[in-house]
């Protein structure tokens, strides 16, 4: 029985404007797709091609194989889909070279409107050197006058990007769309969870369908985890370690510097210490580039910087995706464990690690929430344009929001607030602490810059009355992206 299909009315929508664009203009467009591996790019097109009902080829490259057995399997999909007319018009002898192929497919369109996939496009790129020009030269010439739609899928975010940028053959001949994951909202309504459950749920899995596929409706987080803690084959295992897997196949120093981030070191200074030798710690001269690598190129890592009037230190890195993050923090360990016939134990070593990483995963989830739901104005501080937080060099105190204008560097703070992610609620001691706090900002003006508060538990006495302008429960944060 094929897996429901959830979420994406926004991607499916924007790709079904472009095929009405194909309809009506009779030419071609070209969309580049990308987004992390197992965030749902094949099955969202998948999705879209069935619900088109348009003819159409979807053709996926393998890893490794040699551009010759990449154009063979590529016309192999192309006679068996409901592109051409009559798949004898494909020849059964394959071009050995993609200028050919595209020619042939170029000869087998239809002149009704149809879609071509070409999905994993950075390995056709790496398979063979001439591919991008020859893609290019086949949409100039034979593709971009026809009624087609070309979506090019890619899992290498950075070359997707360069695949259309300015000084490489595609730029300007396709839009770009990225796709993330499944937002908290959409994994809760997938899984038929409460709020608070559903935003566990998507830190969890990340928001990635090929977790969600094996979760059982309406299980609480914790619940999936200590039933899946009995398959050390589970997806909750084993996407996120394919995606380690592919990203960094070695244990090279990048690999080092990720799991010294996914393993709770922050700092440059910590990171460094944790993914040196018995030398020492790893040079600035080598962290730094590798850090910009991770964070600009694979977005495998986020940096986040003090928010406030003033320029602050230092930047803390984190995991990007909150699935490989708890992968790295607890899940890995839990596998092995999981491994050894020892599931009671690799439950309860998640269960020890769960408070401490969902109250500091949660927070870049709820600065997402409160940017959503100022931008759609009914907001205290409607202005606000970035959330962030705020921490000196000595992280005491850190303030987990600053609603504010512009970042880095604010010009107005809007509000200073806090997170509290526990089963106790936020109260006056709590009040007292975030207004000592956000005194020490700079930018914070007690008379103008309000408060806000978002906790899992509510909050106990009148923490409304004191001054507080927002209060947000997980209601609220799940709201933000409806």
Known sequence: MPTPFVGRRTELALLRKRLDRVTSDGTGVAVAIRGRRQVGKSRLVQEFCDRAQRPYVFYTATKGASPVEGIADFITELRESSLPADPELVPKSAPTNWPDAFRTLAAVLPDSPSIVVLDELPWLAEQDSVFAGALQTAWDRLLSGRPVLLLLLGSDLHMMERFTAYDRPFYGRADSLVLGPLNPAETGDALGLNPADAIDAHLVSGGLPGILRAWPHATPALAFVEAECADPASPLFGVPEAALMAEFPTPDQSRRVLEAVGSGDRTHANIAATAGSQSGALPSGILSPLLRRLTEEKRVLASDTPLSTASGKPALYRVADSNLRLYLAA????????????????????????????????????????????????????????????????????????????????????????????????????????????????????????????????????????????VWDARDAVAAWR
Do not use: C
């Open 331 to 470: 899940m890995r360990s839990a596998q092995e464990l999981s491994r050894r016939g020892r599931p009671e134990a690799a439950y309860r070593l998640v269960q020890r690690r769960w408070a401490a990483w969902r109250g500091r995963a949660v927070e870049p989830l709820i600065r997402e929430a409160l940017e959503l739901a100022a931008a759609s104005g009914d907001f205290p501080w409607p202005d606000t344009e970035v959330v962030g937080g705020w921490w000196n060099r000595r992280f005491s105190p850190e303030i987990d929001l600053l609603g504010a204008d512009r970042a880095p560097v604010a010009g107005t703070v809007f509000f200073a607030g806090s997170v509290k992610w526990l089963a106790s609620p936020f109260d006056q001691h709590d009040l007292a602490s975030l207004r000592q706090g956000a005194a020490q900002v700079p930018g914070f003006a007690p008379d103008a810059t309000g408060l806000a508060v978002v906790s899992l538990s509510g909050t106990a006495g009148p923490v409304a009355d004191g001054g507080v302008g927002l």
